[in-house]
């Protein structure tokens, strides 16, 4: 139901910072929103999320201190702000979103709507 497209990934040099971009169809209240990874052959896994109800955010311990992700609601996009970038950071990044009211967490169950996915690619 909630259409979300990712963009901002690309090549980038280790120690670079880069921000990616998740623009959604409509971002409701009381709604978890997050950005997850996923390398080849792994399952997804979190990187940070926000709750829509009150902005409450909440980073994966590989990621604290790394990344940011803010909410624009002129936009109607998800922001996430990435950091001294390693060679570790490549994946392909994932916006997802929840249903109204849901317990946010990083398991990929909690989301119903997830986006096509941007590549991420940290050379050094």
């Known amino acids: 139901q909630v259409q979300l497209v990712e963009s901002g990934g690309g090549s980038v040099q280790a120690g670079g910072s880069l921000r990616l971009s998740c623009t959604a169809s409509?971002?409701?209240?009381?709604?978890?929103m997050a950005w997850f990874r996923q390398v080849p052959g792994r399952e997804r896994e979190g990187v940070a999320l926000i709750y829509t109800g009150n902005d409450m955010t909440y980073f994966a311990v590989p990621y604290r201190g790394r990344v940011t992700i803010t909410r624009d609601k002129v936009k109607n996009a998800i922001n996430l702000e990435m950091k001294t970038l390693t060679a570790e950071d490549t994946a392909m990044y994932f916006c997802?979103?929840?249903?109204?009211?849901?317990?946010?967490?990083?398991?990929?169950?909690?989301?119903?709507?997830w986006g096509q996915g941007t590549q991420v690619t940290v050379s050094t």
């Open positions: 409509q971002i409701r209240r009381d709604t978890c």
């Open positions: 997802a979103a929840s249903l109204v009211r849901a317990y946010c967490t990083f398991d990929t169950e909690t989301y119903t709507s």
